[in-house]
């Protein structure tokens, strides 16, 4: 069994190589490891090990970890955010990589004291089961949004299809990239939309080469602890 710090290491790596296949620079990639599925100690190793963002999908594991570690972190919400708990999260949140409704961005507004960094959730793939704005609609959504004084949006986040199939994954992350581009061309005050969200244990690697600026990942950094998964 490895060690956290060897995984990353071993995770660095491969994002370097995949860096240098895309002619990019290692420092435009943010690793997010997301602990969701382990304890504070493990986080803590996390922690440890030189990484400072971490990721967490529910607020039971948000208030759990950032209890134990707080300041220590900046902590990325990567999961579907009910309007109701927003009041719960907002607090203690760096980023959300979330952000997929109007009615969500609503409660935000009213809830947040300061400026929240959110990334819109775009459904690219167009899987009825992955929530997210549909790729046309995103455009307008983040227009719409410019209402809202307290929602800046830094980037575009997306999830591919869990298949083996290489090219399906990396079209996804293309339109991903490209989508952005458009929007961030659009020069909105409220939207600098320069970031992407996207890879995860599975899929980083090709996530890296089509512009992925934050990689979220799980399992291949901190594994499962028993009777955790998830
Ligand atoms: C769990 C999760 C991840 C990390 O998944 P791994 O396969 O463990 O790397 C990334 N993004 C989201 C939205 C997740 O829910």
Not at 91 to 104: A, C, E, K, N, V
Request: charged share 30%.
């Amino acid at each position: 069994m490895s060690t956290v710090a060897e995984r990353l290491n071993d995770i660095q790596q491969q994002i370097n190589e995949a860096c240098r296949r895309a002619g990019r620079s290692p420092e435009e990639v943010t690793i997010v490891a997301v602990t969701k599925s382990v304890g504070p100690e493990r986080a803590r190793e996390v922690i440890n090990a030189g990484i400072r963002e971490l990721g967490e999908n529910r607020n039971e594991g948000l208030d759990q970890k950032h209890s134990a570690i707080g300041s220590d972190a900046r902590w990325h919400f990567i999961g579907s955010l009910q309007s109701r708990k927003v009041r719960d999260i907002i607090g203690r949140i760096d980023f959300l990589h979330s952000l997929d409704r109007g009615s969500l961005a609503k409660e935000i507004q009213k809830r947040a004291e300061q400026p929240v960094d959110c990334f819109v959730q775009v459904n690219v793939s167009g899987e009825a089961s992955k929530s997210g704005v549909a790729p046309e609609a995103t455009a307008d959504f983040i227009r719409m949004l410019g209402a809202y004084d307290k929602i800046r949006i830094v980037g575009l986040m997306t999830m591919a299809p869990n298949t083996d199939d290489e090219e399906v994954i990396r079209r996804t992350f293309r339109g991903l990239r490209e989508l952005r581009d458009e929007i961030s061309s659009l020069g909105l005050p409220n939207a600098p939309c320069t970031e992407l969200s996207m890879g995860m244990s599975n899929d980083f690697g090709i996530a890296v080469e089509e512009g992925a600026t934050f990689v979220r990942i799980g399992t291949a950094i901190v594994g499962y602890e028993s009777g955790e998964r998830s």
